[in-house]
């Protein structure tokens, strides 16, 4: 039997999470028995593990990254190099990024963000520009942002907010975001008419989606936090 927390509230069903360092966290009502969680934590056993030992590996490997000249990094999902030079910045000249020579890994690491948060606010805006015209739609305003479990995000005031992370996608996937975040203020939920206006400037959506997933894996080995 793995070993799980529980945790009681109000809510009135059981569910099963495995959280982002591996641990295994039983949500249920205050009324459900010990023994109850027992049989629905073994009846999903199997599945449990082969989940939390892969949160455990991804955490694990996450905690190693570090970046070395040589690595690659992506950017619209190519990949380039990463150098050292004389310089004092960092940078990227579209056939490799580069930091001054001597640092740490984590030290380039931390360059690399602030080169990757340039050029996303860059493109993403000039792109979020493009397709606004295009479609018909005005933003409210547009900004970059940290986030790690969304790629964008629309707000109810028609702000659009992008993650910094998502420079790293293929452009194609990149359009679809963008397109998928301005639709939102054409249509503010995920209606078939929402889907109907993405798909007129992004028909292969799902294809994109799916890029995305695969990005997504990568990323939850490398730490970009």
């Known amino acids: 039997m793995p070993e799980y927390r ?12 495995v959280l982002e360092d591996g641990q295994i966290e039983v ?16 009846k999903h056993r199997h599945k449990l593990d082969f989940q939390a030992d892969k949160k455990r590996q ?13 690595d690659s990094l992506l950017y619209l999902g190519r990949e380039y190099p990463l150098k050292t030079v004389t310089a004092r910045k960092a940078g990227f000249d579209f056939e490799s990024f580069f930091v001054p020579e001597g640092l740490s890994g984590e030290e380039s690491r931390q360059l690399i963000i602030k080169v990757y948060k340039s050029l996303a606010r860059k493109i993403l805006m000039q792109k979020t520009l493009d397709f606004a015209r295009q479609m018909g739609l005005t933003p409210g305003s547009v900004k ?48 078939r008419r929402f ?31």
Not at 6 to 17: E, H
Not at 58 to 70: I, N, R, Y
Not at 144 to 155: E, L, V, Y
Not at 161 to 185: D, F, G, K, Q, T
Request: with cysteine; aromatic share 8%.
């Open 6 to 17: 529980v945790v009681r509230s109000k809510r009135k069903t059981l569910g099963i999470y």
């Open 58 to 70: 991804q955490v694990k490997k996450k905690a190693e990254f570090s970046l070395q000249p040589g």
């Open 27 to 42: 949500r249920c009502p205050r009324h459900i028995s010990d023994g109850e969680i027992e049989k629905f934590v073994a």
């Open 144 to 191: 970059i942002t940290s986030a790690k479990k969304r790629w964008g995000s629309c707000t109810s005031k028609k702000n659009i907010n992008y993650s910094w992370r998502l420079i790293m996608a293929p452009e194609s996937a990149v359009n679809y975001v963008v397109v998928h975040e301005l639709a939102h203020l054409a249509q503010l939920n995920h209606s």
């Open 195 to 225: 889907w109907q206006l993405v798909e007129k400037y992004v028909p292969d959506r799902k294809e994109q989606s799916g890029k995305l997933r695969e990005l997504q894996d990568r990323l939850s080995v490398e730490n970009w936090d």
